[in-house]
């Protein structure tokens, strides 16, 4: 299962809300629940977190095996 843990925390120190991503960089409301639910989310959407961020694929999300 893939997770957006990371993409919090990198969030959190860079000081970056789910506001900004929404408004500033117009990613759309239910690309922000699906991140928030570790929901699968695009290629592109993973591209443009890393551009928004200036952070590698690894700050952004994990994969952790399924039980």
């Not at 000081?15 to 639910?37: C, D, I």
């Not at 993973?46 to 039980?67: F, G, H, M, Q, S």
């Amino acid at each position: 299962m893939i997770r957006y843990a990371p993409l919090w925390k990198t969030m959190d120190e860079q000081k970056v809300t789910t506001y900004t991503l929404r408004f500033k960089h117009g990613m759309s409301h239910a690309t922000v629940q699906r991140l928030q639910a570790d929901m699968p989310v695009s290629t592109h959407t993973l591209n443009k977190l890393c551009t928004i961020l200036n952070c590698r694929l690894e700050d952004v999300a994990e994969y952790v095996p399924d039980e």
